[in-house]
């Protein structure tokens, strides 16, 4: 999976939402092409008792929500940040209910 930085220095070119765009599509290929790891993991229920995982996921989703904070930024500029937890929560909860979509139906492909 590209990181959303490589994304964003790789489509300088491109307008901000454009390079959004890009960066959560990203995250839908990732999860597309992961699908039967992740529904492993999940119907497993190993977050809880490893430890390791547990504290790798919890990175994970730190990261995810730092750089979506900083796309919204980026894309809608600084007049955005006194609602920026609000929209970041949001965002996220959009690209949880699609990646829901991608890991429990037999969808393998979410248009943006």
Known sequence: MQTIEMIRKENQHLAPREIFQKQIAEQFQHFAENKDFIILILSENIIPENQQIKKYSKTVK???????????????????EPYITDLSVMIQGIIQSYVQVLLFTGSNEIII
Request: no cysteine; net charge negative; hydrophobic share 30%.
């Open 62 to 80: 730190k990261q995810m929500n730092d750089e979506i904070q900083i796309s919204i930024l980026t894309t809608y500029g600084q007049e955005i």
